[in-house]
């Protein structure tokens, strides 16, 4: 199995992918490519930057010093696709004593179903899954951190499961980081129109917040 994971983009510190804050790591190539995907450039898999699993382990542990983070969010491209060296990346965090969040296109009865002992592990290694495909025509509505209605919350293990009875009442959160030559970067769920408004400037809300 490869020691390698292709790499889209690494965030040390969000609170908008998951519960509490997080590292975040975007992996890059997505064999699923659903209609509609907020992310189509996470597609090709020989994009992005090649790391070392162990990097990245040790990038999430500076963040729990650095930034007090409480685990690591999974998110594609595709991260079962990679899972050979994440399933190694989540374990690792998880021997921190931190928590694995992932996100995934299949859903869990394939996984499960597959015989794949990468599969196996990334699951066993992650505590709270979100699975199901996107669909652009079932906008959700009530629910953090998903987009679609189809999408699903498995709480794998205890480590958040006191929050499974009252998902609707968790805040949904968009994160804009403007660097100092401009480029925008954008992270959470928020609907098309809503990044059209921003990432146009058509309200006027980039301006204020370069001054």
Known sequence: MSEVVRVLRFLPATVAEGPGRRAALWVQGCSIRCRGCFNPHSWAPDAGEPAGWEELADAVR????????????????????????????????????????????????????????????????????????????????????????????????????????????LPNRLEIRISSSGEVAVNGFATVATLEDLLTDDTGALRRWRR
Not at 82 to 97: D, N, T
Not at 126 to 146: C, F, I, K, M, N
Request: net charge negative; hydrophobic share 45%.
């Open 62 to 169: 500076e963040a729990a010093v650095t930034h007090h983070i409480e685990g690591l969010t999974l998110l594609g491209g595709e991260p079962f696709d990679q899972a050979g060296p994440l399933f190694h990346l989540a374990e690792a965090v998880r021997a921190e004593g931190l928590s694995v969040m992932t996100f995934t296109g299949h859903v869990l009865e394939a996984l499960r179903s597959a015989g794949r002992e990468d599969w196996d592990r990334l699951l066993a290694a992650t505590d709270l899954l979100v699975d199901g495909p996107y669909v652009a025509d079932q906008p959700e509505q009530r629910r953090p951190w998903v987009g679609s209605e189809n999408q699903r919350f498995w709480f794998l293990t205890d480590r958040y499961a006191h929050l499974e009875a009252d998902l609707e009442a």
